[in-house]
């Protein structure tokens, strides 16, 4: 069904649509509009699950842990500093190997407190050992939601969608809705193996010693290697459901016989898609690559997704202080090794809710041209604003 | 589910029964420990210290809980010493997650349990540190959202697994390796923390103080807070005897002591108001108690003036406890200190029928 | 090798894989049935805390049955023991000694009443017989204690009734008649004991003819004759020796007049005395007793060997006792006696260690009186046991009472060394003990060399402070020569105060041990463990805090070193 829907209330339908058993959650803007719906729902008797309104992000994601342990499948969303107050959480569901789904509507980490969209957030995470999914429009984040809930049980690792912050959550979108029984026969009751039981009493969240925590954490690797496919497949599987495809790992549009291509995560795809059919004329068409999954990386597909560039801008969301930007530095290692490999250009933009304007596409494609260009720079700043001492 | 039954055929082969399950059907031949008329929620084998009055605690609360019940437990000796993977002396469904989230944990599953219809009672579990200190503001939430969870705090007054630092539970005066007592200082300079007061004043059904020393009356108040649908805390005041610096066989001694003497009144309280006490039959000086542990030592040096006056610190604390919730009592009851230590042939006087 | 599982989950109770009992440093528990003191300090032997822990289970009839075990005369005992079970009950110093005589007075006249048998079953019919001279509590218990061994019993008895000192010289104020009988009769009605009356010792047995037709003899005559007694020579030309004046009073109801009346000795026999004639009708009767009276200055060993309760009713009866003192002059008018000087002592160390009595200069005073009567004890009767005898009594050689020849045995007053009716009921068992075992051909039986449980041994903290109970006493003005004195206890009574029971040394199946384990080693058995307790260690998982030892109430439970 299509509707016309904001992309928090959509998320929250597409939620309801998994029958969570236990959804606990806490204020934090951007986030705040999926819970408030996912309330409503509860509220109008559309949603049974039990809605437990938290005394903070920590709580949320230890609640929802609990719960899952104990057999139900359960949600939490939150966003910035609330990613944050989890994160010793979420590294510990990870370890334990639970799974939930989590939405992070991306936001900027304070100080200085800014409340706008960027991705530092869950970048701040991105070694817990969860799966992160980033969406780039709502559509895709309702359908990455879905398949995150069959993602996560089938591996046993927690999933993260990330969605940024206003510019997907607080927009109105046309969404196609699947309809609840598409969603009840695909995504099959929540089993959880070591499930709290006392008629099987087992107990989880030992003390392991360094005989055996190496092995705890390659076996945690193996596994997110081994969800690469899981995630592929749950995307196509979903595809044959609905006949609408998020692009599993990465996908790759554009001009495919460019020699530029421009990489990105999140809303800024969509953005960078306009732009190139403003500015194509102007700077030249660019092979766009949409990076949907973060963690685990996609390694093989990008080293496939690059072939043939001599140039590949990677954007970030975000900043990794003293070394650049987090996709960036990533995508150059993964491609260190590849002969003929693109060069580099990493820029962090939009950071704390700087509007991307449309003519970025036409800006980063420019940059190319300049040898002299930084390998990585903060792309929008104005450095007139800023103390001399401080440029 | 095959996963499950074909585990609980492992388990069956490796100890005879199955795990803990009483609607399971016994073995013919049950072992003298499986025959015992008690629930092993914490069997042997775990890796507490000589006398741990906290091990011992969580043995009782666990007799009269189980087995149907899980357990959030909070990072602290309790949860390093049952659960060495290996191998785990919990015989019922029990998670330990982190230091400061058991009530959070714990608020999950119960949600979980609601969800799913079952009426399995969730513990959450700490020591003062996770309860007073870094666990405080989850512990308020859970029991402001009102889940159906019975909150035991294993208060042994310090923060034991990481090596005897000082929380806000630790006693005035009392030393530990962060509040060491030297020559400007007499150990702990604070007051230890009245939580019992804070928490009653969330409104639970039921919060009260229980002690290892009186184990008929803990058990008492553990069936009766499992029998609440609501939020309920339960303290017990658990002697550690390596923190403490107390024989290892004086851990009962030790914890009936601090009662006799005032500095940890058993008291309960429903919605907010004292409704029951231990009454102390006869009340005896905090000296009796300061005396076997060796925290206090430094306040019987009988050269220093400073150590008279903790003393009488700690007596005047004990004093207004004593007067504050009437624990002198009027006359002789069965049920104080005195008439519930009790024992006959066959078991303790108040336990009997 | 471990395998590792996802997430690092653990199986229920798999630390029983971890055995803790390895860190056990210092000692393990083990239990230690010491004996009780009550136990330890019995004459007769008897195990209070054994028929307490039977009273507690709310079983009288097993209470007795485990009582007479050792002493099949209860109700006797129970009025006229003087009881150092009691003075050395560890409640003592709590909250008042257990009452145990009226306990024991209570179960022997319940078994009375309701007709209980005694756990004996009749000997075989050519069984060997052992002879037994005389009739008193003693022989009577060796009779006994023959027939729980096998062998059966013939007793010869000079008076016309079997009884003894029972029957003769305590006054029925607290012996009464018909508990005496109630008790003989059916003792004497068991199969296998003979009782020939009216038959003596020289005049118509003699021991070497007795030893022709049994098996065995057991000397039991008590000391039936009056030690010498003058000071400095001088003799009162009227002087009535106390046992003697006893036994007229109890034949006759009759003292020869008399006002003031000095008693000098020290036992059970002068304080009664004491009583009867002041009840008759003298107007002051002094004891003078070289012994002490009961109080924190005085050592155990020179309190005066008397039943407590009689002291304290001697007293509040008005009797004067003047302690730490003896006669040391007879004020003589003529030959009678007008006046006694006394002189105080008291019993110090002698340089070989030995206690002597030091009389000290000065301290004389003079008392009116026109009667003193001697009651220092008294002989055996030699008559008959020429060769056996010792000068004043029948001295044996080991604790089983043997003489020469070897199966001929002496028990009781006639030993020299005992004084009361549980001791020659002790004695009357241990004789026929050994008796039986030198029959069968076996070792004497093995001494009980088990230790003594103190106070110090206990934990406390586990019972109720709860008053002794006691039971009502015909008030002073009222007592008079036949009526039972002390009362009876009383079925609530009698079972709250076995309630008080410390069962000092024995398992109480308290729990606590189980209980406090923390770490589940303490394991509870459904059965009776072999060590008589409900409880077994598990050393597997044992780290020997010691918590069981120390919350353990009776002591029962020991921390001791590895082996």
Known sequence: MRKALEGSQAIARAVALCRPDVVAAYPITPQTHIVENLSKLVAEGDLHTEFVSVESEFSAASVVLGAAAAGARAYTATASQGVLLMSEVLFNIAGLRVPL?????????????????????????????????????????????????????????????????????????????????????????????????????????????????????????????????????????????????????????????????????????????????????????????????????????????????????????????????????????????????????????????????????????????NPDAPAFSVFDVDLNKLQPEDR | MSDKSERLAELRAKHGRPPAAPHEPKHDAPTAREAQPRFRGLESGHRACQGCGEALAARLVMECAGPDVMVANATGCLEVFTTAWPQSAWRVPWMHSLFENAPAIASGMEAAMKAKGKNTKVLAFGGDGATYDIGFQALSGMLERYHNILYVCYDNEAYMNTGIQRSSSTPHSATTTTSPAGKERMGKRHLKKDLLSIIAAHHIPYAAAASVAYPQDLQRKVRYAMGIEGPTFLVIHSPCPLGWKHDSAATIEVARRAVECGLFPLVELERGAVTNVMPIRDARPVTDYLELQGRFAHLFNGEDPRAQEERDHLQALADHNIQTFGLNGEGDDPLDTSGIAAVGRGGPVTGRG | MAILTRGAYAEPGTTLDFKTGNWRSTGKPVHDHVKAPCHAACPAGEDQQAWFAHLQAGHPKLAWRELVQANPLPGVTGRVCPHPCETACNRAAMDGALAIHNVERWLGDKAVAKGWAYPVDAPADDAPIVAIIGAGPGGLSAAYHCLRNGLRADLYEALPEAGGLLRSAIPRTRLPREALDGELNRLLALPGITLNARTRLGRDVTVEGLLSTHAAVILAPGCQSAKAWDVDGAVPADLHEGLHLLKEFMDHGQFPKADKVVVHGGGNTAIDLCRLMKRA???????????????????????????????????????????????????????????????????????????????????????????????????????????????????????????????????????????????????????????????????DPEADTRLEMGASGLNLSYYMPTPRHAPAKVPVAERRFDTEIEGDLGRAAALAEANRCLSCGNCLACDNCWTFCPDNAVIKTVELAQDGSHYLFDLDYCKGCGLCAHECPTGYIQMVPED
């Not at chain 1, 979108?173 to 699947?178: G, N």
């Not at chain 1, 006949?243 to 795809?269: C, F, N, Q």
């Not at chain 3, 155990?300 to 006792?321: F, S, T």
């Open chain 1, 101 to 369: 789904v989590m939405t992070v509507a991306n936001r900027a980490v304070g100080a200085p407190l800014s409340i706008w969209n960027d991705q530092s957030d869950s970048m701040a995470v991105r070694d817990s050992g969860w799966i992160q999914i980033h969406a780039a429009d709502n559509q895709e984040a309702v359908d990455a939601t879905i398949q995150a809930f069959r993602i996560a049980e089938t591996c046993e690792i927690p999933v993260m969608v990330c969605m940024d912050g206003f510019i997907l959550t607080h927009t109105m979108e046309v969404i196609d809705m699947p309809d609840t029984d598409m969603i009840d026969g695909w995504l099959p009751p929540y089993e959880f193996s070591r499930n709290l039981d006392p008629a099987a009493p087992t107990s989880i969240g030992t003390l392991v010693t360094p005989d055996f925590f190496a092995e705890m954490r390659h076996s945690h690797h193996a596994a997110m290697m081994r969800a690469l496919e899981v995630i592929e497949q749950t995307d196509a599987d979903y595809a044959d459901l609905t006949g609408r495809a998020s692009g599993g790992l990465l996908t790759v549009e554009g001009d495919p016989d460019a020699k530029v291509g421009i990489l990105a995560m999140g809303s800024t795809v969509g953005t960078l898609r306009t732009g190139m059919e403003h500015f194509s004329d102007e700077v030249g068409a660019a092979r766009l690559i949409k990076l949907r999954t973060f963690r685990p990386f996609p390694s093989d597909a990008l080293r496939d997704a690059v072939k043939g560039l001599d140039h590949l801008i990677v954007v970030d969301r975000a900043i990794s202080p003293g070394l650049g930007g987090v996709v960036g530095t990533e995508v150059a290692a993964v491609l260190a090794d590849v002969e003929g490999a693109p060069r580099i250009h990493n820029h962090a933009l939009g950071l704390g809710g700087r509007d991307i304007p449309e003519t970025i596409y036409r800006d980063l494609m420019q940059t190319v041209a």
């Open chain 3, 281 to 443: 009708g003298a107007s002051e009767v002094t004891l003078v007793t070289a012994s002490g009276l009961p109080g924190p200055d005085t050592a155990p060993d020179d309190i005066i060997n008397v039943v407590p309760r009689e002291l304290d009713e001697a007293l509040e009866e008005g009797i004067e006792i003047i302690d730490h003192a003896t006669v040391s002059r007879l004020v003589m008018k003529g030959s009678k006696v007008t006046g006694v000087e006394v002189v105080s002592l008291k019993k110090e160390p002698g340089k070989d260690g030995r206690k002597r009595r030091v009389a000290f200069e000065g301290t004389e005073r003079l008392l009116s009186v026109d009667m003193v009567v001697p009651c220092i004890g008294e002989a055996v009767d030699p008559e008959g046991l020429q060769g056996l005898i010792d000068g004043t009594y029948v001295w044996a050689k080991d604790a089983w009472g043997r003489l020469e020849p070897e199966n001929v045995h002496v028990l009781g007053d006639a030993r020299g060394d005992r004084g009361t009716v549980a001791e020659a009921i002790g004695d009357g068992r241990l004789a026929a003990q050994a008796i039986a075992a030198k029959l069968a051909g076996a070792p």
